[in-house]
C-alpha cells in the first residue's frame, strides 16, 4: 500500500474533505408499479432491480430478472447509470452499482452523483465507500411497522473526498481482490455443478438392477413428527442448563432444557421455508412439531440416506392447502432404492468427501474464499479510513 501511502503524503497530508450525501448525490426511493395492472409488467424494457439481481448476479449489475414498461415509470423519469442503490429497508445493509439507466423498488434508495461532485468521486470509489454505509445502515434503524433506515441521518452520512490520484488508486488494488474473490466464485460454482452430477449419477439406480431393492420409506425408516415446544422453553445458548440443540422445520431454533433423541438421525422439515430439507443429526437434541425426526432400519446407511432423500426433493410431495406442508403418512409411501449396504456406505463416503470439497468452510475452495473475502475486507477497511480536514 506505500504507492496510495505516498499519494495521500502527496496531496492530502493534513486530511481529505468529507461531505454529506445529502449534499454530493441526489437521491430518490424505488417504488413497485402496480401488480393489479397487468401493462405494468408486460413488454418491459427497462430494468427493475430487487434484492434478488444482487443475490444472483453481485453488487455490478448492467442487467435485471425483471424488466418494466416505459409507461409504468412514474413522471417518465428513471434513476441515471452509474448510480448506486442502497437497501434502507427490508434487507439492510446491502449496495450495489447500476451502470445503466433503471428503476429499482421501494426497499432500494437510489443515490447519483450531482453534477458540482461528477469530475471530483470517481464512481468506483463511492462504491467501494458504500460498504462503509452499510454498516451504517445496520446500525441505524427505526422500527415503526417494519424495519427501516434513519433517513434523516443517512443524508447526514459522510463521504471522504480525497484527491482523484488516491481514489483511483484504491479501486485499483480493491478491484484486484475482487477479480481474484469472483474468479474463486466461479471455479467453487463449476465445482458445485460438477458435485450435483456426481450425486446424480451415483445415487440413480436402474429398476431392473436385481442387486436393488425398492421400498416405500415406512419400511425404510422409522418417522414420528417432533413435539410441541413454547417459545418460552426454547431458552438462549448462553443458558447453562439449555444444552440441547432445538431443531423445527427451518433448521436450528436454539436450545432447550430437555431433550427427547440421542443418536444418528435425519431430520425433514415439515413446514416453512425449509419443506422438504433433509438434516443428519448427531448426540442428543429436540425435535419440534415442524420436523420430522427419521431413523433408518439396519438396510440403510444413515449417510447414504441422508444424500439420497436431499437428491429426492421430497419437498415435492407435500400437501396443498391453507398450510401446506409434509405428512408423516404420505412421506411413508414414496419409494426409495436400497442397494446392497456395503455399496450405500462407500457412496456416502465419496459424497462426503466431494462435499466438503465445494462446502466446508475449513478446507478446499471455501476455505480459500473465505480467506480471500476476510483479505479484502481487510484491505478495504484500511484504504477507506481516512483523517478528515479540519
Known amino acids: 500500500m506505500s504507492q496510495i501511502d505516498d499519494l495521500i503524503k502527496q496531496h492530502c497530508p493534513h486530511g481529505v474533505e468529507f461531505a454529506k450525501i445529502g449534499d454530493i448525490f441526489e437521491t430518490r426511493n424505488g417504488y413497485t408499479p402496480s401488480k393489479s395492472e397487468a401493462s405494468n409488467w408486460t413488454n418491459g424494457t427497462i430494468p427493475w432491480f430487487r434484492m434478488e439481481d444482487i443475490r444472483a448476479y453481485g453488487r455490478i449489475l448492467d442487467s ?3 424488466r418494466i414498461p416505459q409507461t409504468a415509470v412514474k413522471g417518465g423519469r428513471l434513476f441515471p447509470a452509474n448510480s ?7 434487507t439492510i445493509g446491502e449496495h450495489a452499482l447500476i451502470t ?26 463511492v462504491f467501494y465507500y458504500c460498504f462503509i454505509l452499510d454498516e451504517w445502515c445496520r446500525n441505524n434503524i427505526t422500527t415503526s411497522s417494519f424495519a427501516s433506515v434513519d433517513m434523516t441521518g443517512f443524508k447526514r452520512f459522510k463521504f471522504p473526498i480525497p484527491p482523484l490520484e488516491v481514489q483511483r488508486e ?66 438462549e445458548s448462553r443458558s447453562e442448563e439449555a ?8 433448521g436450528l431454533r436454539g436450545f432447550g432444557k430437555s431433550r427427547s433423541h440421542n443418536g444418528r438421525y435425519l431430520l425433514i422439515g415439515r413446514q416453512g421455508a425449509l419443506c422438504g430439507n433433509v438434516k443428519r443429526t448427531a448426540g442428543e437434541f429436540y425435535a419440534t412439531e415442524h420436523a420430522i425426526v427419521t431413523e433408518p432400519n439396519t438396510e440403510m446407511d444413515v449417510d447414504f440416506a441422508f444424500y439420497l432423500l436431499t437428491l429426492m426433493d ?10 401446506p406442508g409434509l ?24 459424497l462426503d468427501k466431494f462435499d466438503a470439497l465445494v462446502n466446508d468452510l475449513s478446507i478446499g475452495l471455501p476455505a480459500e ?7 479484502q475486507e481487510y484491505y478495504r477497511d484500511r484504504l477507506l479510513t481516512f483523517q478528515e480536514a479540519v
Request: proline share 4%.
Open 64 to 66: 435485471a430478472i425483471q
Open 84 to 90: 448506486i442503490i442502497v437497501a434502507t429497508s427490508a
Open 100 to 125: 445503466v439507466p433503471f428503476m429499482a423498488n421501494q426497499r432500494f434508495t437510489a443515490i447519483w452523483l450531482k453534477p458540482s461532485f461528477v469530475s471530483r468521486l470517481d464512481i468506483k470509489f
Open 170 to 235: 484504491i479501486v485499483k488494488v480493491l478491484d484486484t481482490f475482487s477479480k481474484l474473490e469472483a474468479e474463486l466464485e466461479a471455479e467453487l460454482e463449476a465445482r458445485r455443478r460438477q458435485y450435483k452430477v456426481y450425486c446424480d449419477q451415483l445415487l440413480t439406480f436402474d429398476e431392473r438392477d436385481r442387486r436393488v431393492r425398492w421400498a416405500k420409506m415406512r419400511e425404510i425408516f422409522s418417522m414420528r413428527s417432533g413435539q410441541h415446544l413454547t417459545a418460552s422453553e426454547i431458552a
Open 243 to 250: 444444552r440441547y440443540p432445538v431443531y423445527g422445520g427451518n
Open 314 to 323: 421430497l419437498n415435492k410431495y407435500k400437501s396443498a392447502g391453507a398450510q
Open 327 to 350: 405428512a408423516v403418512g404420505k412421506l411413508g409411501t414414496v419409494l426409495v432404492p436400497v442397494p446392497p449396504i456395503e455399496e450405500q456406505r462407500k457412496i456416502a463416503g465419496l
Open 369 to 375: 474464499l473465505k480467506a480471500r473475502c476476510q483479505q
